[in-house]
């Protein structure tokens, strides 16, 4: 991969050389020589930053569900399936994967950026090897490009933010895709003077706006024509066919691109995605015949379009792409790229303040302007709650600076590099940041006091998210999670500077009405919805206590973001009473701060436990505070060892409702486990017992008796979840692999025939991850004498899937099938078909010399195939001729 620092020489050096051609009349390429029609599709993919605060990990979100949260449901329907796009024929079957991001102009927001990489390293590195490509294919102009850091509204911010909210941008995409971007995405696309000066500072050389950002336009001044005149296109008339040059008051310029507005709406809101076809019809609309040498046909929409709004339409743009533009003859182009080939030729004033999705300015993230509301609900909150975040702010800003200045010998200049942290939370890249920062070299005590400062700046920066204001109602997830970011900020200044804010802050939100009669105001929101978010580390040591009595923890764990180092542990169980003591260091990895704590947790048996925390008071201490709770266990009394614990760390107490909902949640299933397990025995005797009942119901076609149906549904489920677990854990067993195969086809006929709906929630995925692990584990080391079996399994499995209507996701495997089907299956398809020359055997594949030409191999060539048809991956070609 070229680096940041070569990209330039090497575009430079490009460009020379293509040019020298040019003159010679030897190249007339529309990569290189503005020529023809230009598409570009802009897509910005974005979600609101949705960690807790406190713990740095995604909550769960039922409103996702099936799905863990929001950014999980999204990638499933959107992320992913844009970077393995499929191209379909007639028959539903795959010709072709594309990687839409090859193609699409894109912007991914940092926060969205940073979760990929955590949860699918795979589309994550999918998205930077199209940017690589892209980069290839266009003279070294890539398809991303970077955006605002949170999604700030940059208009609303003062100075120092905006530098900061685009210098973290810069550094984050900088570090991904490992060069500088060209151009910038703005939040909203809320642009005013004040932020084009701040992006040209920063070197960034375009951006993209909606057409009635525009205000007026006129050609460039030239010798020739010095004053030519002006254009009112205020009302949404600038052509968006070609770009812009816009002039600062400080004498630099920022390019402008503005996408076409009645396409880009159609594709968000009608039916213009229903095929290529229908897509590359509607934007030949906006082509002018003028016989202009270029002109660029650009949208721009929410990237979520494609797929989670619209489901399966990023098929249609691939499509598009591959077959449907270039049957056109259209060059598919990002924005870098084509002002590279076609510089703007043409001036623009835009309006003072505007946004792409307000009708009056910016007001939407500040004022009740009616933007964003319905159901009759006002947004009166609004400017409340942007007066308390700067009330905030501005707070702050004195304790980072005079406390800072102890710690950094430029304190903002170090907030701007944090985002190297945030990217990096390594200790040892931690270490190297404060000793680039720091005016002496700091006590431990000293980097914890810097860390929180930091911090305490980076969510002062998030409580601005713009998702905050963007709709009807302050208590909305949005709403709540800025108010979060704004707790944290304002808990790190009291930690780090003594400073006590929460009531100036609270008495500002009391000043913003909330619609939803419990809440009545933004203060009691903060304290419902807020409050109990946070954490402290006596929670996070309640956690650790409660869950170690159900899982066996090593000396070293991490809890979320904290280090957890078990210094002493002791279990005992008493007939129905378990009793857990314990010693805990525990570290966050953010501000390195620590805690050692003590604990005692007693589990009195079913939902009930208790649990003390106290800070560790030394070792003398500690062991007789263990010899009493143990002693007093003895009695196998909870009152009496419920006593104990209290006398020895007072009053305060935790419960299985204090543990994070993950754990909890995990736990009540646990301690729900024993119950269910003795319900499933007696629904599953219900249904034995009953069973001719049941048949006579159905051949009689009489309505069955619901308490019949559940039992015969929850006694069938069990079963096949039984055997589906048995198969997945027995693989490396042929013969028992074939005895719960044959159990689940009985299964999948029985609930048929008895027409059950059976809850197989954990049964699909592990079918799913069974079936690809032995597609896998078939191509990776292909045995001819067992090939047939093996195919013969794997279509078994997805029978089964089927019959149990379990609608699998079979994308993985056709992903997996496909990339070997083109690199291994196919070519050696044609080799049985037509042999390669003696002077050419030696490059035979690995794969290759598995088969030979003759008869029998070309049958497991046909097995291989028919594999793929099974799989809904286009496989005729290569099969019709070997038949």
Same mark, same amino acid.
């Given at each position: 991969m070229t680096s940041a620092a070569e990209l330039p020489a090497t575009q430079a050096a490009a460009t020379s050389a293509i040019t020298s051609l040019e003159s010679a009349g030897i190249v007339s390429d529309p990569l290189h020589?503005?020529?023809?029609?230009?598409?570009?599709?802009?897509?910005?993919?974005?979600?609101?930053?949705? =960690?807790? &605060?406190? !713990?740095?990990?995604?909550?769960?979100?039922?409103?996702?569900?099936?799905?863990?949260?929001?950014?999980?449901?999204?990638?499933?329907? %959107?992320?992913?399936?844009?970077?393995?796009?499929?191209? !379909?024929?007639?028959?539903g079957e795959v010709v072709e994967i594309v990687n839409n991001f090859e193609y699409? /102009?894109?912007?991914?927001?940092?926060?969205?950026?940073?979760?990929?990489?955590?949860?699918?390293?795979?589309?994550?590195?999918?998205?930077?090897?199209?940017?690589?490509?892209?980069?290839?294919?266009?003279?070294?102009?890539?398809?991303?490009?970077?955006?605002?850091?949170?999604h700030m509204i940059l208009p609303l911010a003062n100075e120092r933010d905006k530098y900061t909210q685009i210098r973290w941008g810069k550094e984050d995409f900088r570090s991904r895709f490992g060069r500088d971007p060209e151009g910038m995405w703005l939040a909203e696309a809320a642009v005013d003077y004040p932020t084009l000066e701040a992006l040209v500072a920063e070197g960034i050389k375009f951006i993209i706006l909606a057409p009635s950002q525009a205000e007026r336009c006129r050609l460039l001044p030239t010798e020739e024509n010095p004053d030519p005149e002006w254009h009112e296109v205020g009302g949404c008339q600038i052509d968006p066919t070609r770009p812009y040059r816009c002039f600062l008051d400080s004498g630099q310029y920022i390019d402008i691109i503005f996408y076409d507005g009645p396409i880009s709406r159609d594709m968000g809101f009608n039916d213009v995605l229903r095929s290529s076809e229908h897509l590359a019809g509607r934007l030949s609309l906006a082509i002018h015949g003028d016989h202009r040498p270029s002109q660029l046909i650009n949208v721009a929409t929410?990237?979520?379009?494609?797929?989670?709004?619209?489901?399966?339409?990023?098929? %249609? *743009?691939?499509?598009?792409?591959?077959?449907?533009?270039?049957?056109?003859?259209?060059?598919?182009?990002?924005?870098?790229?084509?002002?590279? *080939?076609?510089?703007?030729?043409?001036?623009?004033?835009?309006? &003072?303040?505007?946004?792409?999705?307000?009708?009056h300015g910016v007001d939407r993230w500040q004022d009740d302007c009616g933007c964003g509301g319905g159901g009759g609900w006002h947004q009166k909150w609004r400017r409340p709650l942007r007066n308390a975040l700067n009330w905030l702010r501005d707070q702050l800003v004195p304790v980072y600076e005079d406390m800072g200045r102890q710690f950094f010998s430029d304190p903002w200049a170090a907030r701007d590099e944090y985002i190297q942290v945030m990217r990096d939370r390594s200790p040892e890249n931690i270490k190297n940041f404060l000793n680039r920062h720091s005016v002496a070299p700091l006590a431990p005590t000293e980097q914890i006091d810097a860390l929180r400062?930091?911090?305490?700046?980076?969510?002062? !920066?998030?409580?601005?998210?713009? +998702?905050?204001?963007?709709?009807?109602? *302050?208590?909305?997830?949005?709403g709540v999670q800025i108010l979060r970011y704004a707790a944290r900020a304002l808990e790190l200044a009291g930690e780090v500077a003594g400073i006590q804010l929460e009531q100036g802050f609270l008495e500002r939100l009391t000043l913003a009405p909330s619609n939803v009669d419990c809440f009545k105001s933004g203060d009691e929101v903060y304290r419902q919805l807020v409050v109990s978010s946070q954490v402290t580390f006596k929670q996070v040591a309640a956690h650790y206590a409660i869950?170690?009595?159900?899982? /066996?923890?090593?000396?070293?764990?991490?809890?979320? +973001?904290?280090?957890?180092?078990?210094?002493?542990?002791?279990?005992?169980?008493?007939?129905?009473?378990?009793?857990?003591?314990?010693?805990?260091?525990?570290?966050?990895?953010?501000?390195? =701060?620590?805690?050692?704590?003590?604990?005692?947790?007693?589990?009195?048996?079913?939902?009930?436990?208790?649990?003390?925390?106290? &800070?560790?008071?030394?070792?003398? /201490?500690?062991?007789?505070?263990?010899?009493?709770?143990?002693?007093?266990?003895?009695?196998?009394s909870a009152a009496h060892t419920i006593l104990a614990m209290n006398e020895m760390f007072g009053a305060q107490s935790f419960s299985l409702q204090n543990l994070f909902a993950e754990e909890r949640h995990r736990i009540m299933r646990l301690l729900s486990k024993e119950t269910l397990t003795r319900l499933d025995q007696l629904y599953t005797q219900v249904y034995r017992d009953n069973y001719g009942v049941l048949m006579a119901f159905h051949r009689d076609d009489l309505p069955v008796p619901k308490e019949l149906q559940v039992a015969a549904e929850i006694a069938l489920s069990n079963r096949c979840l039984y055997h589906i677990k048995?198969?997945?854990?027995?693989?490396?067993?042929?013969?028992?692999?074939?005895?719960?195969?044959?159990?689940?086809?009985? *299964?999948?006929?029985?609930?048929?025939?008895?027409? +059950?709906?059976?809850?197989?929630?954990?049964?699909?995925?592990?079918l799913e991850k069974l079936i690809l692990r032995s597609l896998w584990q078939l191509l990776q080391d292909i045995n001819p004498e067992r090939l047939g079996e093996e195919i013969h399994r794997i279509e078994r499995l997805i029978e089964i899937g089927n019959e149990l209507h379990l609608d699998l996701c079979l994308d993985p495997c056709q992903e997996l099938y496909f990339k070997c089907l083109h690199s291994q299956i196919a070519p050696q398809s044609q080799l049985a078909i037509q042999p390669l020359p003696t002077s050419q055997q030696n490059e035979i594949s690995e794969f290759a010399e598995q088969f030979s030409t003759s008869n029998g191999d070309k049958t497991q060539l046909r097995q291989l195939l028919q594999l793929g048809q099974k799989l809904a991956v286009e496989v005729s070609p290569w099969l019709s001729q070997l038949s």
């Amino acid at each position: 991969m070229t680096s940041a620092a070569e990209l330039p020489a090497t575009q430079a050096a490009a460009t020379s050389a293509i040019t020298s051609l040019e003159s010679a009349g030897i190249v007339s390429d529309p990569l290189h020589t503005a020529t023809g029609v230009y598409v570009t599709v802009h897509g910005h993919f974005y979600q609101p930053p949705r =960690e807790n &605060p406190y !713990l740095d990990t995604v909550e769960r979100q039922p409103s996702a569900s099936p799905f863990h949260d929001w950014n999980e449901r999204i990638h499933h329907e %959107c992320y992913r399936p844009n970077a393995f796009a499929r191209v !379909l024929n007639g028959f539903g079957e795959v010709v072709e994967i594309v990687n839409n991001f090859e193609y699409l /102009s894109f912007n991914i927001g940092p926060t969205l950026m940073s979760w990929l990489e955590r949860y699918d390293v795979e589309t994550y590195q999918r998205i930077l090897d199209a940017d690589r490509k892209s980069c290839e294919r266009l003279n070294g102009h890539g398809n991303a490009i970077a955006q605002a850091y949170n999604h700030m509204i940059l208009p609303l911010a003062n100075e120092r933010d905006k530098y900061t909210q685009i210098r973290w941008g810069k550094e984050d995409f900088r570090s991904r895709f490992g060069r500088d971007p060209e151009g910038m995405w703005l939040a909203e696309a809320a642009v005013d003077y004040p932020t084009l000066e701040a992006l040209v500072a920063e070197g960034i050389k375009f951006i993209i706006l909606a057409p009635s950002q525009a205000e007026r336009c006129r050609l460039l001044p030239t010798e020739e024509n010095p004053d030519p005149e002006w254009h009112e296109v205020g009302g949404c008339q600038i052509d968006p066919t070609r770009p812009y040059r816009c002039f600062l008051d400080s004498g630099q310029y920022i390019d402008i691109i503005f996408y076409d507005g009645p396409i880009s709406r159609d594709m968000g809101f009608n039916d213009v995605l229903r095929s290529s076809e229908h897509l590359a019809g509607r934007l030949s609309l906006a082509i002018h015949g003028d016989h202009r040498p270029s002109q660029l046909i650009n949208v721009a929409t929410d990237g979520e379009t494609f797929g989670h709004h619209k489901r399966y339409t990023e098929m %249609c *743009i691939a499509h598009a792409f591959t077959q449907e533009f270039p049957y056109r003859n259209w060059t598919v182009t990002n924005f870098g790229h084509y002002l590279s *080939i076609s510089p703007p030729t043409w001036q623009v004033v835009l309006k &003072p303040v505007t946004a792409w999705s307000c009708a009056h300015g910016v007001d939407r993230w500040q004022d009740d302007c009616g933007c964003g509301g319905g159901g009759g609900w006002h947004q009166k909150w609004r400017r409340p709650l942007r007066n308390a975040l700067n009330w905030l702010r501005d707070q702050l800003v004195p304790v980072y600076e005079d406390m800072g200045r102890q710690f950094f010998s430029d304190p903002w200049a170090a907030r701007d590099e944090y985002i190297q942290v945030m990217r990096d939370r390594s200790p040892e890249n931690i270490k190297n940041f404060l000793n680039r920062h720091s005016v002496a070299p700091l006590a431990p005590t000293e980097q914890i006091d810097a860390l929180r400062l930091l911090e305490m700046q980076r969510h002062a !920066l998030l409580m601005y998210t713009s +998702c905050g204001w963007f709709f009807e109602e *302050i208590s909305r997830p949005e709403g709540v999670q800025i108010l979060r970011y704004a707790a944290r900020a304002l808990e790190l200044a009291g930690e780090v500077a003594g400073i006590q804010l929460e009531q100036g802050f609270l008495e500002r939100l009391t000043l913003a009405p909330s619609n939803v009669d419990c809440f009545k105001s933004g203060d009691e929101v903060y304290r419902q919805l807020v409050v109990s978010s946070q954490v402290t580390f006596k929670q996070v040591a309640a956690h650790y206590a409660i869950t170690s009595l159900f899982a /066996s923890y090593p000396q070293h764990e991490r809890v979320y +973001c904290y280090d957890a180092h078990q210094l002493d542990y002791q279990l005992q169980r008493m007939g129905s009473l378990t009793l857990g003591v314990g010693h805990l260091q525990l570290t966050s990895q953010i501000t390195w =701060e620590s805690a050692n704590l003590v604990f005692a947790v007693l589990h009195l048996g079913g939902w009930d436990f208790h649990c003390c925390i106290q &800070p560790f008071a030394g070792r003398r /201490s500690y062991n007789e505070l263990k010899d009493k709770v143990f002693e007093a266990l003895k009695q196998a009394s909870a009152a009496h060892t419920i006593l104990a614990m209290n006398e020895m760390f007072g009053a305060q107490s935790f419960s299985l409702q204090n543990l994070f909902a993950e754990e909890r949640h995990r736990i009540m299933r646990l301690l729900s486990k024993e119950t269910l397990t003795r319900l499933d025995q007696l629904y599953t005797q219900v249904y034995r017992d009953n069973y001719g009942v049941l048949m006579a119901f159905h051949r009689d076609d009489l309505p069955v008796p619901k308490e019949l149906q559940v039992a015969a549904e929850i006694a069938l489920s069990n079963r096949c979840l039984y055997h589906i677990k048995m198969l997945d854990s027995e693989q490396g067993d042929p013969q028992n692999g074939l005895a719960h195969l044959g159990e689940l086809e009985a *299964i999948a006929r029985e609930a048929n025939q008895l027409h +059950c709906h059976l809850n197989l929630p954990k049964g699909k995925p592990t079918l799913e991850k069974l079936i690809l692990r032995s597609l896998w584990q078939l191509l990776q080391d292909i045995n001819p004498e067992r090939l047939g079996e093996e195919i013969h399994r794997i279509e078994r499995l997805i029978e089964i899937g089927n019959e149990l209507h379990l609608d699998l996701c079979l994308d993985p495997c056709q992903e997996l099938y496909f990339k070997c089907l083109h690199s291994q299956i196919a070519p050696q398809s044609q080799l049985a078909i037509q042999p390669l020359p003696t002077s050419q055997q030696n490059e035979i594949s690995e794969f290759a010399e598995q088969f030979s030409t003759s008869n029998g191999d070309k049958t497991q060539l046909r097995q291989l195939l028919q594999l793929g048809q099974k799989l809904a991956v286009e496989v005729s070609p290569w099969l019709s001729q070997l038949s």
